[in-house]
């Protein structure tokens, strides 16, 4: 008895949990577009107008950016201005509480065919760097050695700590601005 009660609690927990990390991550990565120079230079391929989906299927929480040009991401929230052209899709709740609680690596998660890419994939190789890139900037490197493939060798602590404060305190500008609006 108590587990029915408890179990769609927890549902309801993940569910707003990773719709909380979809809103901080979409931010982020125009933050990061901002910051990071190798983001830019990473993102500078994509096409003017690429937008990039990440949702939980089949109408769960997501993010939704756009590539404006010169590297950077506009944040649209959970639907974006048009279909978009790069869709990456948790099949589970659960499967993207994993990754976006860092118990599980992105890529494991399409190992394990937790996750769906739907548009071209070397667009999805590159926005996979992109927000590995987000990841060991933000957060903790014990944490960030555990959600990305491969910890940068180059990336020093003082780079971090800076690139880190200027994206967090693009992510709460912008948050605030969204509340103003």
Do not use: C, W
């Amino acid at each position: 008895m108590l587990t029915k009660r408890i179990q769609p609690m927890a549902f309801q927990a993940r569910r707003m949990y990773v719709g909380v990390m979809f809103q901080v991550m979409g931010r982020a990565l125009q933050a990061v577009s901002e910051v990071d120079a190798a983001t830019r230079e990473e993102a500078r391929v994509l096409p003017d107008g690429f937008t990039f989906e990440m949702m939980v299927m089949p109408d769960g929480p997501g993010l939704v950016v756009e590539h404006i040009g010169g590297g950077r991401f506009r944040y649209h929230g959970a639907s974006g201005p048009k279909t978009p052209d790069l869709s990456i899709q948790f099949k589970h709740i659960a499967h993207a509480f994993l990754v976006l609680s860092f118990q599980e690596k992105t890529s494991v998660a399409f190992a394990n065919d937790r996750m769906l890419v739907d548009g071209d994939i070397s667009y999805a190789i590159r926005m996979t760097r992109v927000l590995n890139r987000l990841e060991t900037f933000i957060l903790p490197k014990m944490v960030a050695e555990r959600a990305v493939k491969e910890y940068p060798s180059d990336l020093h602590l003082s780079e971090k700590l800076v690139s880190a404060a200027r994206i967090y305190l693009k992510v709460a500008t912008n948050l605030v601005e969204t509340e103003k609006a």
